[in-house]
């Protein structure tokens, strides 16, 4: 079973106005909610790849049952831990003075819940695969993080990550599966270093590997994605469209190379991510994967070396 693990899960509100005055009643032209979090977005595209998985992690409130509802009304199960509060719910508005991102807090999570999570973790089987995702919430301290490796390690599940916490350097010694670092998250890994080249990057990255990550993706948004690991090192142009969002892109990608990697060669897994990530990051919302095919066909996918 894959698994997907939001600890700090949202909704997205999208609202698009004429003007944004204060002081007004400024009445939308266009709104959006969406169940939202990373490991919560990497369930829905394992879903259009017709990937099943359950979503686990923190929900609170009537916020978190919405998310609930949403995802098993797409034929996604869920196994969420609630907890007292209110699920958070982001703001995106867009006017013609521009685009304010408003980005709450959500709920605090008590030491009793994260002992649920963690135990809920440990039932897993050596057959299970667990996509960890996102921030962390209120009351969580990064060490859950470590809980978890521990136990991919102990079990021998495949644990893949998305986080940008620096203790990120102290999970790679528990040989995660795969790992997705932006070109910014993998600098955060090694501060003492510059990583203003492909060779710097590259290097970085196989030192990753050289510590016991299995697997790397490095998102570079617009200029799309390398993929490391002992036996290879592969880079993958993004295609070029205009960008409308950002935020859900890398969780696009990292879902859809796990499942092509599945089946398919490293080279071409990587191509199908990067036009994938690409088809999310050109629309509002995720991708419905009716360009993917067409975005794919100017890509080229380049063996590179240090």
């Known amino acids: 079973m894959i698994y997907t693990c939001t600890l700090n899960t949202a909704i997205d509100m ?14 939308s032209i266009y709104d959006e909610f969406q ?36 995802l098993n ?17 982001n703001a995106f508005v867009k006017s013609n003075q521009g685009e304010y991102k408003i980005v709450n807090g959500g709920p605090e999570i008590t030491d009793v819940k994260i002992d649920e999570l963690i135990t809920k973790i440990a039932g897993f089987t050596k057959d299970d695969v667990l996509f960890v ?21 102990d079990i021998g599940f495949r644990l893949i990550l998305d986080i940008s916490h620096p203790i990120l350097s102290e999970l790679v010694h528990y040989r995660p599966y795969l790992i997705k670092p932006n070109d910014e998250e993998l ?24 510590q016991g990550c299995q697997n790397i993706l490095v998102s570079l948004g617009g200029e799309g994605a390398y993929f490391v690991n002992k036996d290879t090192m592969l880079y993958c142009p993004a295609p070029k469209g205009e960008v409308v969002n950002t935020a859900c892109s890398g969780d696009t990608m990292l879902a859809t190379f796990y499942s092509t990697l599945q089946t ?34 100017n890509l080229k996918v380049q063996v590179v070396t240090i």
């Open 264 to 297: 398919s060669s490293p080279e071409a897994a990587l191509k199908k991510a990067v036009a994938a990530g690409s088809s999310t990051a050109f629309r509002s919302g995720l991708t419905d994967f009716e360009d993917v095919d067409q975005l794919m066909q």
């Open 35 to 70: 169940p939202n979090g990373k490991g919560v977005n990497i369930s829905i595209i394992l879903k259009k790849l017709g990937v099943p998985s359950t979503a686990i992690g923190y929900i609170a409130g009537f916020s978190g049952h919405y998310i609930q509802d949403e």
């Open 73 to 89: 009304q797409m034929n996604i199960d869920t196994d969420f831990t609630e907890v007292d509060g209110v699920t958070r719910i």
């Open 187 to 210: 600098q955060a890994l090694f501060p003492e270093e510059e990583l203003d080249s492909e060779q710097a990057i590259l290097r970085a990255a196989q030192k990753l590997v050289d």
């Open 14 to 27: 999208f609202i698009e106005m004429e003007d944004f005055l204060p002081d007004k009643v400024n009445r």
């Open 133 to 153: 995702s996102g921030s962390l919430p209120k009351g969580v301290n990064p060490s859950i993080l470590v809980s978890i490796a521990k136990h991919a390690s």
